[in-house]
């Protein structure tokens, strides 16, 4: 029964246009109804005035054929590039809601520090103001953190990211990342061991954004790891590529979520239950900056034992 | 004796601001940054009120609401949730599994907030 219902539901184009939410002179559905009808009248039409006019009937069916078959291929065209209209503005829509959800949280925690903060309620509890001008600072940056990611999205999906091509040593960036994050990886209690071939061939990349790459998969490894384990990092050149794995002994991700784990918002609901602040940008931002840089990334993850995270990057070749 | 709320949400600095501002009007406040501890704590303190967020780790505030209902020791206590969920659907579920009063946390003050617990127990 619920099968039948969904195909009801696909052919009815009224339904299909509500998922949209535009106008049903909008509706890609809704238009490819009325494209059909005016190629039945025109290729009706085409057929009369072709009998009138033509005694050959092999002739009139070859021309009544021809423009019927020009009429679809061409509704075909615009219906098809309505869909796609149609459903970028159901994603912007989408977008919105969820952007206005995740800055809302930290607005949330500003407006009732500064409430209490103006209240004077600070003095009737032991409470040492100082907390309150970290949570203050605090949700700030998470706001501006997330409107940062916003931003380079949007440049990312225009298509106009301006990336600076130079020489740069994954390696480098990996171990300066590495003794960054040192007092966070000693807070999570987890060990990383990192693994480099000998004279590993360097990148063309923008060092900037290939940094940013490498922090986000290790921030998630550490994050992920928090109670303890150990983070692998292996960084191997195979003919002219640089392979980077980062694997964890993490909460991993569960089977039917992996395909939406590069998706814009989205976050695993292991990861939920672990961490409630990320944003769900961070690995979309990675991928298309892999892709960006020529490179792919992929990863392994079994639920409850770690996810290993891969990126490969076309090494510069020595002349 | 000062009444005690038991309050049950993950997120640090929003754990701080509440619980602060209950304890400047006078209760006595416990703290739970995920479902697992606030239902251990519901069922050894005995809370006079339980203030839930919905989004939190280990259970949902969805899951320690229908244990809580389900144990009869605790099935009496009154329960606000307090949330960023504001679809019709999570406030009717929240509602139809035994809250008491449901609370979007950015539609209200931390005025407002003290006067719904003091509705609660209706003084």
């Known amino acids: 029964m619920p099968e039948q219902r969904s195909i009801a539901r696909y052919i009815n184009p009224l339904y299909s246009c509500r998922k949209y939410g535009v106008p049903i002179w909008q509706c890609p559905q809704f238009l490819f109804v009325i494209m059909g009808m005016v190629i039945l009248v025109a290729i009706i039409a085409t057929w009369l005035l072709a009998n009138s006019k033509i005694s050959d009937p092999f002739i009139v069916n070859l021309i009544v054929l021809a423009v019927g078959a020009v009429l679809m291929i061409l509704s075909f065209i615009i219906t098809n590039s309505f869909e796609r209209l149609a459903e970028a503005s159901r994603m912007k829509t989408e977008f919105i809601a969820v952007i206005s959800h995740q800055l809302r949280a930290p607005l949330t925690n500003l407006r009732f520090s500064l409430d209490f903060l103006l209240s004077g309620r600070s003095s009737q509890v032991k409470t040492d103001p100082k907390e309150y001008f970290t949570i203050l600072q605090e949700n700030t940056k998470r706001m501006g953190d997330l409107v940062d990611s916003l931003l380079m999205i949007s440049k990312l999906e225009s298509g106009n990211f301006p990336l600076e091509k130079k020489e740069v040593s994954l390696e480098q960036i990996t171990t300066n990342l590495i003794t960054k994050n040192k007092s966070f990886t000693e807070a999570s209690k987890a060990r990383i061991i990192l693994a480099i071939q000998p004279e590993l061939g360097k990148v063309l990349a923008d060092p900037f954004w290939l940094e940013q790459v490498v922090s986000n998969l290790l921030d998630n490894a550490i994050r992920y790891s928090r109670g303890g384990g150990q983070i692998d990092i292996t960084l191997q050149q195979k003919k002219n590529r640089i392979f980077f794995a980062i694997k964890d002994q993490g909460v991993g991700i569960p089977k039917d979520e992996q395909k939406f784990i590069f998706e814009k918002f989205f976050r695993s609901t292991n990861a939920l239950g672990k961490q409630t602040d990320g944003s769900g940008l961070g690995l979309h931002i990675v991928k298309k900056f892999v892709k960006l840089l020529g490179g792919k990334i992929w990863f392994e993850s079994t639920e409850g034992k770690g996810t290993t995270f891969y990126f490969t990057l076309p090494i510069i070749k020595k002349l | ?123």
């Open chain 2, 1 to 123: 004796m000062p009444k005690k709320i038991l309050f049950i949400e993950d997120e640090a600095s929003l754990q701080k601001t509440i619980s602060d501002t209950l304890k400047s009007a006078g209760y006595d406040v416990l703290q739970a940054l995920d479902g697992e501890i606030g239902l251990r704590l519901a069922q050894t303190e005995k809370p006079d009120l339980i203030l839930l967020d919905l989004i939190i780790p280990r259970k949902t505030g969805f899951e320690v609401l229908a244990e809580l209902k389900k144990n009869p020791e605790t099935n009496d206590l009154p329960v606000i949730v307090f949330t960023n969920l504001e679809a019709l659907k999570d406030v009717e579920r929240a509602l139809s599994a035994g809250a008491d009063t449901y609370l979007v946390k950015a539609n209200y003050t931390l005025d407002e907030i003290l006067m719904k617990v003091k509705q609660a127990f209706r003084e």
